[in-house]
């Protein structure tokens, strides 16, 4: 379960402050609290002269002394805000005690030390327990150089700052330490004093202690010099750190040593078995390693940042378009995301090996590949859309180390609140800023019903916790609305189910769960609008090969139909009847569009799918398509502005609880450009051009609201504006569609993605 969580303050503190140790953390604190805080006075404490003064010429301090009481005797400690304890975490006892005698009643005392517990210890030697004004802080900083010197007032901004309270100490005290860091624009989190020791030298005190041994082991080698003249990139990166000062980090290994001996050997022994692979040339076994160190580091960055997997991917990325141009030629968009996800899911519970073709590297899909890896399963890639999945069985999931980051996917924690609700294990499921507005309440609710404890957080929104070992019922549920993602969420968990699990729904939504599940082999009955199983099977693997994503391509036909000129096919699209409402929309609309090369993949029907431009009209949509296209509203908005007439949407309320509210957010951005449009609850009216060539959406500014499938949709209406068209907040586009823009420019449009 999780052990950190976020801390928000806006208060502005302290007045007067004193810095204990005055090397690059002390130094870099005492400047970005000039800089960023309401502080008057800063005074400096170092028992070496020689950095005092260099300090005070800098301007890091108004005024230094040798030694705590020295300082004592010349301030008054009734004036003293905060004191930042910057000294080697040996010498916390000596300079506790001297703190605790001279501190002001209303002082508050922080430190910056890498090691929490050795503070907590040194506190108790020295005071006989926790004070209440002690804060043990830490700021994720620092530099290869040291001294005063070195310091610098952005140090910490974007960086994070841990707070490790513990239950002696002052509520108050940690709101103001909190708030001293957050005004240096440090990101500041809580955790566990414990829990921060262990994760600290698995992540920092591990990669120094390799670093240091490293370069010292080349060092000895007779040929050091010639190793050292043609090391690469790589080398440098990694033994950087090693240019660290070696007394402040002999001192954190000794007062962290049982936690960095532990992520010590667990190093070891994953050492020893690449070494394995290695002499025996085991090369499965070393590309499984890799690739899933090469995943995990990606995942784990987007965790960090709460950013995507993709490394060009900036949270103030925008797109540009400029009027003009026409889509022609032939396009495979990625592969159906729906699919994949479910692909690693099965592919993951079945026994055997899967192999997959046409997997999306997208950062939804990514986020279940990376969530199986974190329960136990080898999985393999991807590669050019390749993925192997090694099965560990119905029951083989292990249980995760760590909470189960799920970025911006929906269908991921919705799908996956099913499947683990009845593991033996607890878990919890998070996911980005985005994510953890979206309701989950829909699935928590049913999954209750069948026995499941899980919490959600306030209003029913993310993150899940899931406590394990709980036996689910198989139970009939009718759902209130359609929704695919409840449905599989409630089928998967009944495969853990005794008895039969069935689901009703009120009207058709995709059945990709139930044909991959009877793809793997379980048994899966529908008689009208109810689909059933029963609980305690198996699933045996299979090959899959995942169709294009009939949602990427709809950006593409409503590119093709709403353009002049334009005649574009898009090959090997999945073209499921419960997938296909936006075909038959389109066709209703007037727009000129075929199948051709008809099929079944898998037990997934594909087709080519053919567009050519010709004017279209406003329709009232059907409301029994309106769940067989609920992705692909946004982009038929803008085929909506290019018809001639009105075009009326109801039924659709289901688009208000997506990424984004997907009827409100599009209703703004098209009256932005120029387009006449009313909004209601559950649906839109949207006025037609009466152009029929020209143009239709004025130039201006839209903002995707971190929702992809808006900004893609708002890049294809630049084929039919006056002027360029800037779209703001584009990074998520990468959830779905990776390469969007290349394929988009390649096909036609005019389009480019910078950074603003």
Same mark, same amino acid.
């Given at each position: 379960m999780s052990t950190e969580s976020h801390v928000q303050t806006n208060q502005r503190w302290p007045q007067t402050l004193v810095i204990v140790g005055l090397g690059l953390i002390g130094g870099s604190v005492a400047l970005a609290a000039r800089r960023f805080t309401g502080v008057r006075q800063v005074f400096g404490v170092d028992v070496n002269t020689e950095e005092l003064e260099v300090a005070r010429s800098l301007g890091v301090i108004d005024q230094g002394f040798s030694s705590f009481p020295d300082l004592a005797h010349h301030v008054d400690a009734r004036d003293v805000d905060l004191i930042v304890l910057a000294v080697p975490v040996l010498a916390m006892v000596k300079v506790l005690a001297q703190v605790a005698q001279h501190r002001g009643p209303s002082t508050v005392v922080t430190d910056v030390g890498s090691c929490k517990a050795v503070l907590r210890d040194a506190a108790v030697d020295a005071l006989g327990s926790m004070p209440p004004w002690l804060v043990p802080g830490h700021p994720i900083a620092g530099a290869e150089r040291s001294g005063v010197r070195a310091a610098k007032a952005d140090l910490f901004c974007q960086h994070k700052v841990i707070v490790t309270p513990t239950a002696e100490t002052d509520p108050q005290a940690v709101d103001q330490v909190s708030a001293f860091w957050a005004s240096m624009d440090a990101e500041v989190l809580s955790m566990a004093l414990e829990r921060h020791d262990q994760v600290l030298a698995q992540t920092s005190h591990l990669p120094h202690l390799l670093a240091f041994s490293l370069v010292d082991t080349l060092a000895r080698q007779d040929e050091r010099c010639e190793i050292f003249r043609y090391a690469a990139g790589g080398?440098?990166?990694?033994?950087?750190?090693?240019?660290?000062?070696?007394?402040?980090?002999?001192?954190?290994?000794?007062?962290?040593?049982?936690? %960095?001996?532990?992520? +010590?050997?667990?190093?070891? $022994? *994953?050492?020893?078995?690449? &070494?394995?692979? !290695?002499?025996?040339?085991?090369?499965?076994?070393?590309?499984?390693?890799?690739?899933?160190?090469?995943?995990?580091?990606?995942?784990?960055?987007?965790?960090?940042?709460?950013?995507?997997?993709?490394p060009m991917n900036k949270q103030d990325l925008v797109f540009i378009t400029t009027p003009g141009g026409r889509v022609q030629g032939r396009a495979r968009v990625p592969g159906d995301k729906s699919i994949s996800h479910r692909s690693i899911m099965l592919g993951?519970?079945?026994?055997?090996?899967?192999?997959?073709?046409?997997?999306?590297?997208?950062?939804?899909?990514?986020?279940?590949?990376? %969530?199986?890896?974190? +329960?136990?399963?080898?999985? $393999? *890639?991807?590669?050019?859309? &390749?993925?192997? !999945?090694?099965?560990?069985?119905?029951?083989?999931?292990?249980?995760?180390?760590?909470?189960?980051?799920?970025?911006?996917?929906?269908?991921?924690m919705r799908l996956l609140a099913g499947l683990l609700s009845a593991q033996p294990f607890d878990c919890e499921l998070t996911g980005d800023t985005s994510l953890s507005k979206r309701p989950m309440g829909r699935v928590a609710e049913p999954l209750r019903l069948m026995g499941a404890q899980l919490e959600t957080a306030e209003d029913g929104r993310p993150p899940l916790k899931l406590k394990g070992g709980?036996?689910?019922?198989?139970?009939?549920?009718?759902?209130?609305?359609?929704?695919?993602?409840?449905?599989?969420?409630?089928?998967?968990?009944?495969?853990?189910?005794?008895?039969?699990?069935?689901?009703?729904?009120?009207?058709?939504?995709?059945?990709?769960?139930?044909?991959?599940?009877?793809?793997?082999?379980?048994?899966?009955?529908?008689?009208?609008?109810?689909?059933?199983?029963?609980?305690?099977?198996?699933?045996?693997?299979?090959?899959?090969?995942?169709?294009?994503?009939?949602?990427?391509?709809?950006?593409f036909m409503v590119a093709a139909a709403i353009t002049p000129g334009s005649d574009l096919v898009l090959e090997h699209v999945g073209v499921n009847p419960t997938r296909d409402g936006v075909i038959h929309i389109l066709r209703l609309m007037g727009a000129d569009l075929t199948l051709s090369n008809?099929?079944?993949?898998?037990?997934?029907?594909?087709?080519?799918?053919?567009?050519?431009?010709?004017?279209?009209?406003?329709?009232?949509?059907?409301?029994?398509?309106?769940?067989?296209?609920?992705?692909?509203?946004?982009?038929?908005?803008?085929?909506?502005?290019?018809?001639?007439?009105?075009?009326?949407?109801?039924?659709?309320?289901?688009?208000?609880?997506?990424?984004?509210?997907?009827?409100?957010?599009?209703?703004?951005?098209?009256?932005?450009?120029?387009?006449?449009?009313?909004?209601?609850?559950?649906?839109?009216?949207?006025?037609?051009?009466?152009?029929v060539t020209g143009a239709v959406f004025t130039q201006g500014c839209v903002h995707s609201h971190e929702d992809h499938r808006i900004a893609m949709s708002f890049a294809v209406a630049g084929l039919r504006a006056q002027g360029a068209i800037k779209i703001e907040d584009c990074a998520n586009v990468a959830t779905s569609f990776p390469g969007f823009v290349e394929l988009a420019t390649h096909l036609g449009l005019k389009l480019e993605a910078k950074l603003d």
């Open positions: 080398f440098r990166d990694f033994t950087r750190i090693a240019a660290s000062d070696p007394t402040m980090w002999r001192d954190i290994f000794l007062a962290n040593r049982s936690a %960095t001996l532990d992520a +010590l050997d667990q190093f070891l $022994e *994953g050492v020893y078995r690449v &070494r394995e692979a !290695v002499a025996t040339g085991d090369g499965d076994a070393m590309m499984t390693t890799f690739t899933r160190a090469k995943s995990a580091r990606d995942y784990f960055t987007a965790l960090l940042n709460k950013t995507a997997y993709q993951a519970l079945a026994n055997g090996t899967t192999h997959i073709q046409g997997f999306l590297e997208g950062e939804d899909a990514l986020a279940t590949l990376q %969530t199986f890896r974190d +329960l136990g399963v080898q999985i $393999e *890639g991807p590669n050019a859309g &390749r993925v192997t !999945v090694h099965g560990v069985g119905i029951n083989g999931l292990k249980a995760p180390s760590k909470p189960l980051y799920l970025g911006n996917s929906g269908t991921s709980t036996p689910l019922k198989g139970m009939h549920y009718d759902l209130p609305m359609a929704s695919a993602q409840v449905k599989s969420c409630l089928l998967l968990a009944g495969l853990w189910a005794e008895g039969e699990t069935s689901v009703t729904e009120p009207a058709p939504t995709r059945d990709h769960t139930e044909r991959m599940l009877q793809g793997f082999g379980y048994q899966v009955s529908r008689e009208g609008s109810t689909v059933r199983l029963q609980g305690g099977g198996q699933l045996e693997a299979c090959d899959i090969d995942i169709p294009a994503d009939i949602s990427s391509a709809t950006f008809e099929t079944v993949v898998g037990g997934e029907p594909v087709a080519d799918i053919r567009v050519r431009y010709t004017p279209m009209k406003g329709v009232d949509i059907p409301l029994d398509q309106v769940p067989l296209a609920i992705d692909e509203f946004p982009a038929l908005f803008v085929a909506a502005a290019c018809a001639q007439g009105v075009t009326r949407l109801r039924g659709a309320e289901e688009l208000r609880v997506k990424e984004s509210d997907r009827i409100q957010v599009m209703a703004e951005g098209l009256q932005a450009l120029g387009v006449a449009c009313t909004v209601y609850e559950d649906g839109i009216d949207i006025v037609g051009t009466s152009e």
